[in-house]
């Protein structure tokens, strides 16, 4: 399951290209009978699912007039506009013939409410789902129980509670490549994306997570589930969770633990940020947890009070991971006082080595001091932050020719080199935008020459959240330092 990464200078600016797992296959694709959906009155129980009449989407989500008129293998395109209301998706594929629900290509498609999904083998792809009252309504944006699903490149934003709540126990299910930001209006209880796992195997790659108000990608059970388990959370970015909140930057970015027995979990190559010493970065393991194992791998963290906040874990591999920031860069604590089942090697500390910034069972230590108490060995460390930019590219593995761009611009530098090569040829077309102005203008387009491109870092002023009635705090830009882009080949 190990992903490939190759690094590469361009100019002054480290890229590194990562690559994608054999684990997961594109879409076995079973190709049928296309339909179309359209907002009321356009699309209409009464349609046939053709272009011309198309079905309304509650129809469409049942499988047709009937129930029965959508097979697997069939796709199911979503003509743009706005579609209100609460979906019931019941469409059930096989696996070698998943149904696909996709927004139309260059059109806009928007569910104002709630999707809950039930069925197999069915892939969402690609649309928007958001609350324009999110207040009142306080729904989760997107709620999913049927197995064997898959949810792709979707941009989930301002719903009243939970961005997304995961709740398959069966099967294997996959969230990949979607954008939550500004979800929540409980404090402390909505984050952008929840998920539990109490069978099966959960599979969370590759999305952008920012500005939700509690935590950004929160994988846990209370005491009243039984387990947590295989969940698997991969190359995901994740920023400013809690910049909307009342209470700032407190919670983790990343949390993966439960109240009750956690095992085979892992955090690999996610990038985190937060801008100072506020927030706990990634957080593994909750106090009262019976943590069995996890594997926390290739992670790029970066700021926070904590950088790695890590309770109780039996066993642990830790390795290959960087941690930069001025606050507490570890906070570990053992299970029954032992960490004698750990093994951290090849992790990089960017922290003054002579600061108290690594602490073991409530004490803090110096670098040195607390690798000898901790028996962990020597890791290594460097005393400041890099002034070299730190680029990640990765493709999407679903959409050829798009990309998401990280850039830590450590330097403040104007503007960033990024090898796109690993993601569209020369001579294509392209777009590259902000995620957080993705309906704005591109900060950058034009014919790919190849190698790299340019990318301005001046920041964009983050999106403000829609339907709260209390204040909110103000939102500042994440640029230069820190941004993330999406890139698109264009016709």
């Known amino acids: 399951m190990r992903g490939s990464r190759a690094a590469r200078w361009v100019g002054m600016t480290m890229v590194l290209c990562i690559g994608h797992p054999e684990r997961s296959p594109v879409l076995p694709l079973h190709p049928g009978a296309r339909y179309y959906a359209a907002p009321s009155p356009v699309g209409t129980p009464g349609g046939d699912g053709t272009r011309g009449r198309p079905w309304d989407l509650a129809t469409a989500l049942a499988g047709g007039r009937g129930g029965s008129m959508v097979q697997p293998g069939d796709t199911i395109w979503l003509l743009g506009g706005v579609y209100p209301g609460r979906f019931d998706g019941t469409l059930t594929g096989t696996s070698a013939a998943p149904i696909v629900v996709r927004q139309y290509p260059g059109e806009r498609a928007t569910i104002d409410g709630n999707l809950h999904v039930h069925g197999a083998h069915t892939v969402y792809w690609g649309f928007e789902i958001t609350q324009s009252n999110p ?37 294997t299910s996959e969230l990949y490549g979607s954008i939550f930001y500004n979800n929540g209006t409980h404090e402390n209880f909505d984050h952008g994306v929840y998920a539990a796992s109490e069978g099966g195997e959960k599979w969370i790659v590759d999305n952008i997570v920012f500005d939700n108000l509690a935590y950004g990608i929160h994988v846990y059970v209370g005491s009243r589930h039984p387990f947590l388990s295989n969940v698997h959370v991969r190359g995901n970015t994740a920023f400013n969770t809690g910049a909307i909140s009342r209470d700032g930057f407190q919670n983790a970015n990343l949390l993966i633990g439960g109240d009750v027995r956690t095992e085979h979990m892992s955090a690999d190559s996610n990038l985190l940020y937060f801008p100072g010493t506020t927030g706990r970065n990634l957080r593994l393991g909750m106090p009262r947890g019976d943590n069995r194992d996890i594997l926390v791998r290739g992670n790029y963290v970066a700021g926070g009070a904590v950088t790695l906040l890590m309770n109780g874990w039996a066993q642990a591999e830790v390795v290959d991971n960087e941690f930069i920031g001025a606050g507490t860069i570890v906070d570990l604590t053992a299970r029954g006082g032992s960490i004698v089942a750990h093994a951290w090697h090849g992790n990089t500390y960017v922290r003054d080595p002579g600061a108290r910034a690594w602490r073991y069972e409530g004490a803090a230590y110096e670098l040195a001091t607390w690798q000898k108490i901790t028996g962990l060995g020597n890791t290594g460390a460097t005393g400041t932050t890099p002034m070299t930019p730190r680029v990640f590219v990765r493709p999407n593995k679903y959409e050829p020719g798009r990309a998401t761009i990280i850039v830590y611009n450590w330097g403040h530098q104007p503007t960033v080199s990024a090898d796109v090569s690993s993601a569209i040829h020369a001579g294509t077309r392209y777009e590259l935008r902000n995620v957080q102005a993705l309906l704005g203008p591109p900060v950058l387009s034009g014919t790919y020459g190849g190698g790299a491109i340019e990318i301005p870092m001046a920041g964009v002023d983050p999106p403000r959240p829609v339907g709260r009635t209390g204040p909110t705090p103000a939102l500042a830009r994440t640029g230069p330092v820190f941004d993330v882009f999406i890139l698109n080949r264009t016709k």
């Open 135 to 171: 207040v009142p309504n306080a729904n989760d944006a997107l709620e999913t129980y049927g197995p064997d699903c898959k949810f792709i490149n979707l941009v989930v934003h301002d719903a009243g509670k939970q961005g997304m709540s995961f709740w398959e126990d069966e099967g």
